[in-house]
């Protein structure tokens, strides 16, 4: 009966390996990311850079490709009407939404996935303004809403463009590409990078990675200095801002020119 037992062992256990190698290959591959540069550095002539998103899909699939940044919470003083005068009315916080947004397509996103995914997953900017949280609530207004947005949209900061990211197919897998210009608006953080393969208007694999904003050189000092000495760094700001407006006097009224500048 060993003996038996050990022959089944050796004789069935190939096929059963054999059941698993082939289960494995039927899986669609996951997709891939890779963002070049990985990190974004702001130096004393940063102006913004250049970045590329690149990677692999299951054959037959879309992409959709968004890079958020982590929520922050911001104030804003709001104006009202007060008879023919227009004054402060309050201020108004809003919260809940990434300090960064910028979604990426294959195609239109009203034909790649569902209203119930895009909120779900929160993939565009009326998912973006859904989720959003205005406080005092007696201010909510959609009007608020929507000048925030187009707030950080003019900022750039804010984005949504559809059709730009480009699919190749090969084989089993396809291939997919996009580049777009950073936002110089965008602050120093981590960042993370999300692309989504979709298939009959569903998610079907997503891959993510981070990408770092980091200032370096002499911003990087003037930030730690004014971190660690505050009202130190504010007093040179000080005496920096007064020197400049008595050099631009001295050279005016060496001109001839009676213009002040404070």
């Not at 669609?28 to 990985?38: D, G, K, S």
């Not at 102006?47 to 929520?71: C, F, L, N």
């Not at 700001?237 to 500048?261: E, H, N, Q």
Request: proline letters at 6%; charged letters at 20%; hydrophobic letters at 45%.
């Amino acid at each position: 009966m060993r003996a038996y037992g050990r022959f089944a062992l050796l004789v069935f256990a190939p096929a059963g390996l054999g059941l698993a190698f082939a289960a494995a290959a039927d899986d669609p591959p996951r997709p891939t990311v890779a963002v070049r540069p990985a990190v974004i550095r702001m130096d004393a002539f940063y102006a913004g850079a250049q970045v590329e998103v690149t990677g692999r899909t299951p054959a037959g699939t879309q992409v959709v490709m968004v890079v958020r940044g982590s929520e922050k919470e911001e104030s804003f003083n709001t104006k009202g009407r007060f008879g023919p005068i227009w004054a402060n009315a309050g201020e108004v916080r809003i919260g809940g939404v990434p300090s960064l947004f910028l979604a990426f397509s294959s195609a239109p996103f009203s034909q790649l996935l569902s209203r119930d995914e895009l909120d779900r997953r929160q993939l565009d900017t009326q998912a973006i303004a859904a989720q959003m949280k205005v406080e005092p609530a007696a201010r909510d207004r959609a009007t608020i809403r929507q000048n925030y947005l187009k707030l950080k949209a003019g900022q750039g900061i804010l984005q949504v463009e559809e059709g730009t990211v480009k699919v190749e197919e090969g084989g089993d897998v396809a291939s997919y590409a996009v580049s777009f210009r950073w936002p110089k608006m965008a602050p120093p953080a981590r960042y993370t990078v999300t692309v989504f393969a979709v298939r009959d208007k569903t998610v079907v694999g997503e891959a993510s990675t981070p990408l770092q904003v980091e200032t370096v050189g002499i911003p990087a000092s003037l930030a730690a200095g004014a971190r660690k000495r505050a009202t130190l760094y504010g007093f040179l700001c000080v005496l920096v801002a007064t020197l400049a407006g008595l050099g631009i006097d001295f050279v005016a009224s060496r001109m001839g020119g009676k213009v002040s500048a404070h």
